[in-house]
């Protein structure tokens, strides 16, 4: 069974609708999609309609964007309610917070001499999940800079003049959230923290998984937290963190070796919630 278990759409900061993700998993030959986008479950219904009358199942996912003192923290949630309330309320809260944040990413870019038009930035996220992906294409589009990358390296990324911090969730709430709505933590790309000790806590707290195959994981790496998974009890996922045709690892949707059992057992962790009872 082939599947992929971490990509984003143009619902957050992806360059693929829903639909088209789905056409690109059937020429894939994937039987399973999670579309996990950033802070948001706007990708499920879309790309579920679209997966109707296929050999392809879509599971209700997400990517929520946490914070653990100076740390980037993610955390995946699948088999999730996508209609539970809370669930999308702080969601919701998340997306204001998203917004003010490109408000006053626009204010310094402005000061520095770097102009960009809000409507543009709206425009490139669809509506969906605003991020600093969003302003770096409006970025080029004006001519301030020639790609993507020079956008960050010069003024979005972190430590650079126009580079604003989230005001996000911490990690143990991201956790709660995604359990609370029936769903399955885990801990996206541990490589990218460095920090074992939180990986411990969090496991502690009621972590249930970690997301052990990733491209930015080299195979020791891969090999390193399969093992800290086993000794803590976790599940172990992967993905190719896709996003698009274009994107920084270069992977193709469904493109990341998993152990077969993977997505079994995940579902089977979901018990009775919307993907369990799917």
Known sequence: ?????????????????????VERALQEGLEALAITDH??????DPARRAAAGYRLEVVPAVEINCEEGPLDVHILGYGLDPTSPPFLRTLASLQRSRVRRMGEILLRLRDLGVPVREERVLAFAGGMSVGR???????????????????????????RPAFVPRRNLRPLQAIQLVQEAGGVAILAHPGQIGDESLIRALAAAGLQGLEAFHPSHPPLLCQHYQELAGSLGLLV???SDYHGPKQRHRVDLGGVWLPPETYPRLRQAAGRGAWGSA
Request: glycine share 10%; net charge negative.
């Open 237 to 239: 996922t992967g993905g």
């Open 1 to 21: 069974m082939k599947f992929e278990l971490h990509c984003h759409s143009t619902a957050s900061d992806g360059t693929l609708t829903p639909e088209e993700l």
């Open 133 to 159: 992906p969003h302003v770096a294409r409006a970025m080029v589009e004006a001519g301030h800079v020639s790609d993507l990358a020079a956008a960050f390296d010069f003024y979005l990324g972190q430590g």
């Open 39 to 44: 802070d948001t479950v706007a990708a499920y």
